[in-house]
Nanobody
Framework: QVQLVESGGDSVQAGGSRRLTCAVS????????MAWFRHAQGKEREGDAAIHRDGTTSYAESVKGRFTIAKDNAKNTLYLQMNSLKPEDTAMYYC?????????????????WGQGTQVTVSS
């Protein structure tokens, strides 16, 4: 069975930080593309960050310098470190995975998804 479970979302003040966790079972994160997406109210799902099996990363321009994606292969876990949070970062955050993608920042590329965790940033 494949399962992705996000956690770590919470309410936070603007300028604050949160670390999201995606616990993965059923496949090794070391061999998959992994990514974090956001889905804000009234907006389409969009990619924040992606990481390849070799550690290569991609970031949306809006989060470069603020968010960091990382994997812990031993724990089979994906993380998203979010710093300098802004109210516009308020969204449900989802982790996603697939064995291979052509564009790691496109939601349609990914087969496996978690249930999401809510991050609310207040000003």
């Amino acid at each position: 069975q494949v399962q992705l479970v996000e956690s770590g979302g919470d309410s936070v003040q603007a300028g604050g930080s949160r670390r999201l966790t995606c616990a993965v079972s059923g496949f090794p994160v070391s061999r998959y593309w992994m990514a974090w997406f956001r889905h804000a109210q009234g907006k389409e799902r969009e990619g924040d960050a992606a990481i390849h099996r070799d550690g290569t990363t991609s970031y949306a321009e809006s989060v470069k310098g603020r968010f960091t994606i990382a994997k812990d292969n031993a724990k089979n876990t994906l993380y998203l470190q979010m710093n300098s949070l802004k109210p516009e970062d308020t969204a449900m955050y989802y982790c996603a995975a697939d064995v291979w993608v052509d564009d790691g920042m496109l939601a349609s590329e990914y087969m496996y998804w978690g249930q999401g965790t809510q991050v609310t940033v207040s000003s």
